[in-house]
């Protein structure tokens, strides 16, 4: 086979929900009143999210989406980025657009024209900083796999995919594509399961694709990999699938994470925060410092406490992207 | 004269621009190099606003406006308010609406069809905390004298107009007709001069306005008062119109600020700020605090407090709009 493998252009690309988020504090009575799934992403018609958007506390609206995030967080560290994702025209578009390209990343996917809106996620944050979020995917849930741009997808160091975006099936398609894609031009595939209720409707399809191979990094959180691996004991569900991919990635909220990788385990502590106001995106952002250290092919340990780092300084504050100066504070915590 | 005024229904009815704010921070250079009027309001048109925004840093986007924060801030406190104010039939128009009445105001005025859009207000934050505001006024420079509800606006105890809306005609016609139907039923207009450049251009017409005795209750700050009365010493300046004013209130940043009502003086020092984030919405705040204190029928000295509270609150966030537990803060801080 002819080696058409070329130097790659970007460290990642990722296709994931293109959404704005609406956050708004709320006391905890709301939660119940509202019937929501607490600290859980529930997918949401428009009609819910307007009734949900109209019982809402004054909110702020900030760009989100779980790669998108992640990718945000990526570009800080200084990486080259592009992100494929489907927004409508319209307002909300354009500022998920202005953002990621504010962000230094390439995003160029073409708006889609009439109906749905730009997806949003309404997120109620309670006191402690937990966050309940309700997804209308909107536009996003129509990206076509004619909307792909292979070219970029092969360009790419490491392809990036959301589990939430398996769920509609255009998209689910399009990623499909896309893996075959990157598989085909020698770069990697990294996956994040995003969420248990994901696994349950799709469990066999990622089940299927790790034990094909297709994925090269996985990210999981604890109920994630229960439910994927059908093992409650966190060890058990690890072991059981650590030898699958040659890198699973599984965070523990508070109680750090773990990776391993050919072999070699790793593991973090979580990074003490002062207080956590809203945790949206920290999941994201562990992903995110995890593959910049990745990315630039640091040891184990690094890229874990790269993304533990990353994680505490989102969760310190509202809305699911970096605001600090993040490589000034991965170079004072990493020492 | 038979005596036609009844009870009111509402504390505060307020007319002003309805505005999105998009906020971002961004280092000091960015402010010379966009060429803009550093810690100043400025009016652009949408080809300019679009130019700032391509070369604005990832935002948040809050709902704004300065005498709808002010608002906010008073409904937040317990009080009784309505809003008028033109958005468009569009995305942000729906944000704008959302969280008005989620804090509690009541806001009725019809969206505006077509274009042009909501408003939105550019706002880049140096390290300083230090606010440069750039509003593309959109919709809200055509809110038509038609649209005000003349039995709403009779109904509030206060009517409080913002002079940044006095520079679009259609605006300032209705805020003269809504002076007119105030007065009429026997209530208090209050009014912020808002920006010295407004007074720069429409100082006639506050004048004219403070000599025919349309004016219960003035706010400025030390360079607005400056513009209008024509003299650079603080104490000439407001010694030259605290008779003409039944209430005159004039800001002083740090200083903190000196009010004047019926011939007796009171002034308070500004509450200390751990660290400045966003100076956006001190003024509006402060307005708040006060007018909240004013209707309750509270000491001059009390009033100014609860402006000084209420701004030490929302400039130690991104956001013009009380983010904390007000009533309790107040409660906290005046003893």
Redesign the interface.
């Known amino acids: 086979m002819p080696d058409t493998r070329s130097e790659p252009r970007y460290d990642v690309i990722a296709i994931g929900n293109a959404v704005v988020d609406v956050i ?2 709320c006391e905890e009575d709301l939660i119940e009143e509202l019937d929501l799934n607490r600290g859980g992403m529930t997918l949401v018609d428009e009609a819910r999210a307007d009734e949900l ?2 019982a ?8 989100g989406g779980s790669a998108a995030n992640t990718l ?1 967080g990526i570009s800080t560290l200084g990486l080259q980025c592009a992100f494929i994702g489907q927004v409508a025209d ?3 578009g354009k ?1 998920f657009r ?2 990621m390209r ?2 230094g990343i390439d995003f160029d996917t073409e708006a889609r024209e009439g109906e749905p ?1 730009t997806g949003r996620v309404l997120i109620f944050v309670t006191p402690d900083g937990e966050r309940t979020m309700n997804t209308f995917l909107g536009a996003g849930q129509y990206l076509p796999a004619g909307a792909l741009d292979e070219e970029l997808i092969a360009s790419g160091a490491i392809l990036y995919l959301e589990g939430y975006l398996w769920d509609p099936e255009e998209p689910r398609s399009a990623m499909r594509r896309a893996i075959e894609v990157a598989r085909e031009a020698g770069r990697k595939v990294a996956f994040t399961a995003s969420e248990s209720f994901v696994i349950e409707r799709h469990g066999d399809d990622f089940r299927d694709m790790i034990d094909a191979g297709l994925i090269d990094i996985l990210f999981v959180n604890e109920s994630e990999l229960a439910t994927l691996t059908g093992k409650d004991d966190f060890e058990e569900g690890f072991a059981s699938i650590e030898n699958k991919v040659p890198v699973l990635v599984a965070t523990r909220s508070a109680k750090g994470a773990v990776a391993s990788a050919d072999g070699e385990r790793a593991q973090v502590a979580a990074e003490p925060v002062d207080k956590v106001i809203d945790t949206t995106g920290a999941g994201d952002q562990f992903a995110a410092g995890f593959l910049a250290g990745y990315a630039k092919g640091e040891p184990l340990e690094r890229c874990l406490k790269r993304g533990a780092i990353a994680a505490s300084e989102v969760i310190a504050h509202y ?1 699911p ?1 970096p ?1 600090a100066d993040m490589p000034a504070l991965m170079n004072a915590k990493l020492g």
Chains 1, 2 share one sequence.
């Open positions: 708004a504090s958007y109209a809402m506390p004054p909110a702020r609206e900030v760009s945000a319209d307002q909300l500022v202005h953002d504010a962000t809106a809305g992207r605001e």
